[in-house]
């Protein structure tokens, strides 16, 4: 009896810290796209980890990247969170973003916790739900 009460205990706790952390990392991700919304680049890019700040150097070309390769995510309609999960010891958040013409995407968010917090370390691009396109 012991024995199932510990592990019931543990298996709460383990579920409250992994829902916890889905809730850090939808946070994140939804600051970084009010950010794009507002046109704050400048804030949009704290959240992007130290090697997508290398790559793209400045918050502008951050900003000009992402206009033109993600324009769902710098203008959405909508976003919702789907699942979180582990793939090859890494985080991956999938979200969905209908655009402003009514179109839904799928992307994937790597994420990376580093000591100030989570952070994106990549966006993929997995399709469009719409048949139509």
């Given at each position: 009896?012991?024995?199932?009460l510990l592990a019931?205990?543990?298996s709460v706790g383990l579920a409250s810290d992994a829902f916890a952390q889905s809730a850090e990392i939808e946070a994140n991700i939804s600051a970084q796209i009010q950010a794009f919304k507002?046109?704050?680049?400048?804030?949009?890019?704290?959240?992007a980890s130290p090697n997508i700040q290398r790559l793209f150097q400045t918050p502008?070309?951050?900003?000009?990247?992402?206009?033109?390769?993600?324009?769902?995510?710098w203008r959405p309609a909508d976003i919702r969170f789907l699942e979180l999960r582990e793939v090859a010891g890494a985080l991956w958040q999938k979200v969905m973003i209908t655009d402003g013409a009514g179109r839904v995407h799928i992307l994937d968010y790597q994420m990376v916790a580093l000591e100030n917090g989570w952070k994106i370390n990549?966006?993929?691009?997995?399709?469009n739900s719409d048949?139509?396109?």
């Open positions: 009896m012991n024995r199932l019931l205990s543990l507002a046109d704050d680049f400048d804030t949009a890019f704290t959240f502008e070309n951050f900003g000009v990247m992402v206009k033109r390769g993600y324009p769902m995510v990549g966006v993929q691009l997995l399709g048949p139509a396109t």
